[in-house]
């Protein structure tokens, strides 16, 4: 087991171009959970899922943003027209139970660069 | 709702020194609590938790945190820091009963000075 993988790495897009982040979490985790981090700030949650059913999302999540978590494996992270403030590391973390007293595995981040 | 207060964004220390990264938390329900390390351009990487019994947790690269219910606190400490624990420290709070997602402060920079 490697962790959680995610891909790709960094990113640089023109304004208003749409682009796709992938998240692997580990094998036998069902949860898996996105989060969005700008510099010098901690984490923010985006969204959620158990196995491939989207349980929460936050209301930072505009109707740009979509994630999916199809046959409750790897989830995909798109973002729509994109904008200068859409620029931030975004995180996927997995974990195995239903509740938070686990913790997160946290994948290394896709840094996104809008420009 | 829960909240995370990590009241020093920046604490610079020497080698071999000890040091405390201090954290607070708001919530109505009881907590899970957490420290995370963040190296540059890297996810988050687990240090230790606080789920339940004693208030005195250790975890990895001889770190350890106190829970204290009364002040609403979990402070990070280590009695002697090394260069390469230079990076950014989060505190993170995460509801029982149910709760499923973690709620994160605004990091410390902890800088370890030779």
């Known amino acids: 087991d490697t962790g959680v993988s995610q891909n790709p790495r960094h990113k640089i897009t023109k304004r208003g171009q749409n682009v796709t982040f992938r998240c692997d979490p580990i094998?036998?985790?069902?949860?898996l959970y996105w989060y969005r981090q700008t510099l010098g700030q901690g984490p923010e949650f985006l969204t959620y899922f158990q196995n491939e059913a989207q349980l929460e999302k936050s209301r930072l999540l505009s109707d740009r943003f979509s994630a999916e978590r199809p046959k409750g494996s790897f989830s995909t992270l798109e973002i729509q027209r994109t904008e200068q403030g859409d620029s931030a590391m975004y995180l996927c973390?997995?974990?195995?139970?239903?509740?938070?007293?686990?913790?997160?595995?946290f994948g290394s981040g896709t840094r996104l660069t809008v420009v | 709702a829960q909240s995370v207060t990590q009241l020093d964004s920046q604490v610079p220390v020497f080698e071999e020194a000890p040091v405390e990264l201090r954290c607070n938390y708001s919530s109505s329900v009881s907590v899970y609590l957490f420290w995370y390390v963040q190296y540059p351009n890297q996810g988050l990487q687990l240090l230790l938790k606080y789920l339940s019994g004693s208030t005195l947790v250790k975890g990895i690269n001889g770190f350890e945190a106190e829970f204290n219910k009364s002040q609403t606190s979990f402070h990070l400490r280590k009695p002697s820091v090394h260069i390469s624990d230079t990076a950014e420290y989060f505190c993170?709070?995460?509801?029982?009963?149910?709760?499923?997602?973690?709620?994160f402060g605004t990091g410390t920079q902890l800088k370890v000075e030779l």
């Open positions: 973390a997995s974990s195995p139970t239903r509740t938070a007293s686990y913790g997160y595995t």
């Open positions: 094998s036998e985790h069902n949860r």
């Open positions: 993170a709070v995460g509801a029982t009963g149910g709760g499923n997602k973690l709620t």
